[in-house]
């Protein structure tokens, strides 16, 4: 490349201009987060698997069992909803409640579309297994362990 | 005006052709036009004559007959056309229009892949996506199987005499091609003479996915087309279906969808910016990039709840509203990010070994861009100043406006500018967003979602190029027939011709620049 | 003892270990006689002081030249994390200072493939002669005014003659793997150094002009007034760029590129083998910022600390500025490399060496 002189000097700096910057990141503060020695603050609002909300009164999940989640899913994750008509309600109380982590997008179409708002997401992102049967959670065990421990479950 | 001309001419040399005027809001195109299969030659010369560009080129089966859709649209004059062949459903023959439009090439493959449709005069009419043996065409109502002496292999590339001429495959797995894409490029010595991209390694079907599931149920698969700027698409499937549907959006959910769509867009940019710098050798923006990304994606996380594939626009408006946190958290990016163009413009922009790497290097040529089909900022590059925000505004745009960045000579130099130019401008269009962002609700309850019977186009601008979904609805609550209409795919279109003669490193250089994601382009 | 065999059967780590192993066995042979009693050095009487002298500081330079290499891939990947603003590796040891020995350990425990179709001769003799310059010019560096090897009168003709093996070494890497990506990555290489090695000897003539000896100790001395630097900084600048490409390092790393030809030379190289590569790559580094501070920078000349010190403060200052370019440039493309050799620096470098000439003829 045979240059003029002012193109020789214009390109040299801005080489030096690039190395500027990089000497300047070479002496700021580290922007990353030392996991898992630190955490991040996960939002409120972060869709992990879903869990089952509890009714005040009762103490159990809202669920009614009327499978309207399991129907609408997209990739059908949802397996079994299955419930029984305890004594003097009018609605059933769900006692099983699989769901099949492995195909979940996390899309909220069950959440949105529960009719007693019994679906929300937790915001478990921990979740490691060694095989596949490892995420086929049962929703209602989870949420009485949640309710023994008072921790999130896993 | 220019679509008033067209449809004089077509009147007057081929007056077989119908024409009839439809309904904007409703349909997404303004003109229909049905010809039959021996005039369609005639009518696309004379759309290429009065300067329109191909947009998309579908095929629909109903049973009794199919029927090829063709989109074309103009730079100057943004009103689609469409226009309709039917042929017949046992032995589909088309003229091919790929001596006209060179980019409806690759469409015209694809539509004989999964339907059948025989192109004549058709230069390389062999296998795009799916495997060379294929017993049946995936895309018909029924299961229509493929006659024996249909069944090509794909095109290999004839062997030359010439000693130096050797064939180096960019092959599927590489670094530099961004996904899953093989190219076989015949070289001599240093010299690319011919390139030729193999797709279909990240071929999903979604296009068949969305025929077995309703309108709700698809949301989740639209994201999963285009990971990186995955709102976009979020947002083209669910204002398709308002537009279907006539179903009104308030404001703030309006507004809300336009300041998520920007934010993807910039943290789409910056990763183009990083991995394309990650390809010339410089391993530091990249970091810088994701530094960026980063806080983009927090934000987004907080109203969405995901970081890459978001499911957020739902019909009539967003799954939740926004809070403070969000706005705070938006004003606190804002003020951040215009420092950071510094640091890009410092360490890479005025950088002479980068510049020498993309000055004059990969230039698409205004005539080029409109017979394949580019759009986005590879075309603004090359100086034409068409952004779908602009030519047919949607959503909260019609009150924001929003700046267009122009190129002049359409080289890598020019892309690069063209798309850190556009992260400014969508920061001054979040800007004035979140400053007048309505009260109110953000979302109108759907009971129920009653298509009528009918066909809708939506075209939104996403960060590689024009977005276009295109419904075929019969009344069901599944789609009839489902057609997006990739950025990337046409994009790629072009790359044979503008790597013609250009050195290898050059070609990592310009395949680089195009800012291709090969999941939308496969589908 | 059956796991190191099946990890080192390699001829190269036989030949390397057997000669250390035999010279650390003869040492620990002449110290225990030395302790016991006996005169050892009339051994070497009929050679005199300069034979034990060159044999310590052979054994010196090979283990400062792996203690080099195990510090500079610390260092790099230590300094490419803070630039782009995250810690380099943490875990291995305080700070990550054991990460080069668990690096060096996985190496080593690598399967030692010979793809089939291998020229073999060539095949496994690249590496081994890809170490000889590195060690032959270690001989002449002068860490201090006394703790050089041996001060030979035409020192830096033997470094830039030797450095001419390398060039050989690349070749026959890249021809002997018999793979279109090696092959293609050898020669680039082979045309880079060449392109480069010129200016390089054009940009150290003035020094030498001015210090009027070719001996590496004398050039140091005659900057007891002012470094070289301040009387030729274009030389310098030359001799730096030059540096940068002779090494293989970025902005000129085409032949290494790994978004365009996968690794270039050394694709076909596993393990043991190529850890000669990169140990000759980081250790030739530090050989042209030692020769620049010895022609420029004032060699070990510095007021209050021992020369030696100085000797390492410099070469590693220059050394630190080599990776910082490493990670801030992109890359060069090949064509526009060879044109600024060709077209820009050596013309510069021969108008600065007339007018050098000119200037000291006055």
């Given at each position: 490349?045979?240059?003029?002189?002012?193109?020789?000097?214009?390109?040299?700096?801005?080489?030096?201009?690039?190395?500027?910057?990089?000497?300047?990141?070479?002496?700021?503060?580290?922007?990353?987060?030392?996991?898992?020695?630190?955490?991040?603050?996960?939002?409120?609002?972060?869709?992990?698997?879903?869990?089952?909300?509890?009714?005040?009164?009762?103490?159990?999940?809202?669920?009614?069992?009327?499978?309207?989640?399991?129907?609408?899913?997209?990739?059908?994750?949802i397996k079994e909803v299955e419930g029984e008509k305890r004594e003097g309600e009018k609605r059933k109380s769900v006692t099983k409640f699989i769901l099949d982590f492995t195909t979940c997008s996390q899309c909220g179409i069950c959440v949105e579309i529960c009719p007693t708002g019994a679906i929300t997401f937790s915001a478990d992102y921990n979740l490691a297994g060694f095989s596949r049967e490892d995420f086929y959670f049962d929703l209602v065990e989870e949420f009485y362990r949640w309710k023994e421990k008072r921790v999130e479950s896993r | 005006m220019v679509a008033e001309q067209l449809i004089e001419d077509i009147r007057s040399s081929r007056p077989g052709v119908e024409v009839k005027e439809v309904p904007y809001e409703q349909r997404g195109y303004w003109f229909d036009l049905s010809t039959g299969p021996e005039d369609i030659e005639e009518v696309a010369r004379l759309f290429d004559r009065h300067g329109y560009y191909i947009e998309d080129v579908c095929c629909v089966d109903f049973k009794e007959y199919l029927q090829l859709v063709y989109h074309f649209n103009h730079w100057d004059d943004p009103r689609r056309i469409s226009v309709r062949v039917n042929l017949s459903a046992e032995d589909p023959v088309a003229p091919s229009i790929s001596n006209v439009y060179e980019g409806a090439g690759w469409h015209e493959r694809e539509i004989h892949e999964f339907f059948g449709v025989h192109f004549e005069n058709h230069p390389n009419l062999s296998y795009l996506f799916l495997h060379e043996g294929i017993d049946f065409y995936p895309l018909r109502k029924e299961k229509v199987p493929v006659p024996e002496e249909k069944k090509r292999l794909l095109s290999s590339l004839p062997v030359s005499e010439s000693d130096d001429v050797f064939f180096v495959n960019m092959g599927p797995q590489h670094p530099s091609t961004h996904g899953v894409l093989r190219l076989i490029l015949k070289m001599n010595g240093e010299y690319i003479e011919?390139?030729?991209?193999?797709?279909?390694?990240?071929?999903?079907?979604?296009?068949?996915?969305?025929?077995?599931?309703?309108?709700?149920?698809?949301?989740?698969?639209?994201?999963?087309?285009?990971?990186?700027?995955?709102?976009?698409?979020?947002?083209?499937?669910?204002?398709?279906?308002?537009?279907?549907?006539?179903?009104?959006?308030?404001?703030?959910?309006?507004?809300?969808?336009?300041?998520?769509?920007?934010?993807?867009?910039?943290?789409?940019?910056?990763l183009w910016l990083g991995t394309y710098l990650l390809d010339l050798g410089a391993f530091t923006p990249f970091l810088y990039a994701f530094d960026d990304r980063e806080q983009i994606l927090d934000l987004l996380e907080g109203i969405t709840g995901s970081r890459l594939t978001y499911c957020y626009c739902r019909f009539g408006g967003l799954y939740n509203d926004v809070d403070e946190d969000f706005v705070e958290g938006v004003k606190a990016f804002l003020k951040r990010m215009w420092k950071r163009f510094k640091i890009y413009n410092d360490l890479v922009t005025g950088n002479v070994i980068f510049i020498h790497r993309t000055r004059d290097i990969g230039v698409i040529p205004k005539e080029v861009a409109r017979r394949y089909g580019v759009t986005g900022p590879n075309l603004r590059a090359s100086g034409v100043s068409y952004d779908l925000r602009k030519a047919e505004p949607y959503g909260a745009y019609r009150e924001l406006g929003v700046e267009v960045a122009v190129g002049e000579k359409g080289d890598a130099l020019d892309r690069y500018l063209v798309r850190l130019q556009e992260m400014e401008n969508s920061l001054r269009v979040i800007e004035r967003a979140i400053k007048e962002l309505p009260d109110g609700p953000y979302r109108t309850e759907v009971k129920k979602l009653k298509p009528p019977e009918g066909d809708v186009y939506f075209a939104v601008e996403g960060p590689r190029g024009e977005v276009g979904i295109y419904i075929v609805s019969d009344g069901s609550t599944t789609p009839y027939r489902l057609k997006w209409r990739s950025p990337s795919f046409s994009n790629l279109t072009c790359f044979p011709e503008i790597s013609k003669g250009v050195l290898i490193a050059d070609a990592v250089s310009i395949l680089g620049s195009l800012d291709l994601v090969i999941p939308e382009m496969d589908r | 003892m059956r796991a190191l065999r099946k990890a080192f059967g390699d001829d190269v780590v036989k030949i390397g270990f057997g000669l250390v192993g035999a010279g650390f066995v003869a040492l620990l042979v002449l110290l225990l006689l030395g302790l016991l009693g006996m005169k050892v050095w009339k051994l070497f009487a009929p050679y005199g002081r300069e034979a034990i002298r060159a044999l310590v500081g052979l054994v010196g330079v090979l283990g400062f030249v792996l203690f080099n290499a195990l510090l500079l891939v610390w260092a790099e990947r230590k300094?490419?994390?803070?630039?782009?603003?995250?810690?380099?590796?943490?875990?291995?040891?305080?700070?990550?200072?054991?990460?080069?020995?668990?690096?060096?350990?996985?190496?080593?425990?690598?399967?030692?493939?010979?793809?089939?179709?291998?020229?073999?001769?060539?095949?496994?003799?690249?590496?081994?002669?890809?170490?000889?310059?590195?060690?032959?010019?270690?001989?002449?560096?002068?860490?201090?005014?006394?703790?050089?090897?041996?001060?030979?009168?035409?020192?830096?003709?033997?470094?830039?003659?030797?450095?001419?093996?390398?060039?050989?070494?690349?070749?026959?890497?890249?021809?002997?793997?018999v793979n279109k990506y090696s092959l293609?990555?050898?020669?680039?290489?082979?045309?880079?150094?060449?392109?480069?090695?010129?200016?390089?000897?054009?940009?150290?003539?003035?020094?030498?002009?001015?210090?009027?000896?070719?001996?590496?100790?004398?050039?140091?001395?005659?900057?007891?007034?002012?470094?070289?630097?301040?009387?030729?900084?274009?030389?310098?600048?030359?001799?730096?760029?030059?540096?940068?490409?002779?090494?293989?390092?970025?902005?000129?790393?085409?032949?290494?590129?790994?978004?365009?030809?996968?690794?270039?030379?050394?694709?076909?190289?596993?393990?043991?083998?190529?850890?000669?590569?990169?140990?000759?790559?980081?250790?030739?580094?530090?050989?042209?910022?030692?020769?620049?501070?010895?022609?420029?920078?004032?060699?070990?000349?510095?007021?209050?600390?021992?020369?030696?010190?100085?000797?390492?403060?410099?070469?590693?200052?220059?050394?630190?500025?080599?990776?910082?370019?490493?990670?801030?440039?992109?890359?060069?493309?090949?064509?526009?490399?060879?044109?600024?050799?060709?077209?820009?620096?050596?013309?510069?470098?021969?108008?600065?060496?007339?007018?050098?000439?000119?200037?000291l003829k006055l």
């Open positions: 490349m045979i240059e003029k002189p002012k193109e020789v000097i214009k390109g040299a700096w801005s080489l030096i201009l690039g190395m500027a910057v990089t000497i300047k990141a070479f002496f700021s503060p580290v922007v990353t987060c030392q996991y898992p020695r630190e955490t991040l603050r996960i939002s409120p609002r972060f869709r992990g698997h879903i869990k089952l909300v509890e009714d005040e009164e009762t103490g159990r999940p809202k669920c009614i069992a009327c499978g309207v989640c399991a129907r609408s899913c997209p990739s059908e994750s | 011919r390139a030729e991209p193999v797709l279909g390694y990240l071929h999903r079907m979604q296009e068949k996915m969305a025929e077995n599931r309703t309108y709700l149920k698809y949301l989740p698969n639209a994201s999963r087309l285009d990971y990186v700027g995955a709102m976009s698409y979020n947002l083209c499937y669910v204002r398709a279906m308002e537009r279907l549907c006539g179903i009104e959006v308030p404001p703030r959910a309006e507004y809300v969808r336009v300041i998520a769509v920007e934010l993807n867009r910039i943290a789409s940019h910056l | 300094v490419a994390g803070h630039m782009q603003r995250r810690i380099g590796p943490k875990e291995v040891g305080p700070y990550g200072l054991l990460q080069s020995i668990a690096d060096s350990l996985k190496l080593l425990g690598k399967e030692i493939l010979t793809p089939r179709f291998v020229d073999r001769p060539l095949y496994y003799l690249a590496p081994i002669i890809v170490f000889i310059p590195v060690l032959v010019a270690f001989v002449v560096i002068p860490f201090d005014a006394r703790l050089q090897v041996r001060d030979i009168n035409v020192g830096i003709v033997l470094i830039l003659a030797f450095s001419s093996l390398n060039v050989i070494a690349i070749l026959l890497a890249g021809w002997s793997s293609i990555g050898g020669i680039r290489s082979v045309s880079q150094n060449i392109a480069y090695e010129i200016p390089l000897l054009l940009s150290l003539l003035p020094v030498i002009l001015l210090a009027g000896s070719l001996s590496m100790k004398e050039i140091v001395e005659a900057q007891s007034k002012a470094w070289f630097v301040f009387y030729q900084p274009i030389a310098f600048i030359i001799y730096f760029i030059c540096a940068v490409a002779e090494t293989n390092r970025t902005p000129f790393d085409l032949p290494e590129a790994e978004s365009e030809l996968v690794a270039g030379f050394h694709t076909e190289y596993s393990g043991m083998r190529f850890a000669m590569f990169f140990l000759a790559e980081f250790t030739n580094v530090f050989i042209v910022s030692a020769i620049a501070t010895t022609f420029f920078l004032g060699g070990y000349k510095g007021p209050v600390l021992p020369g030696i010190i100085w000797f390492f403060i410099k070469s590693y200052v220059l050394v630190f500025i080599i990776m910082w370019f490493r990670w801030t440039f992109p890359r060069v493309r090949f064509d526009q490399l060879l044109n600024f050799s060709w077209k820009f620096l050596i013309p510069l470098a021969l108008a600065n060496l007339i007018v050098t000439g000119w200037c």
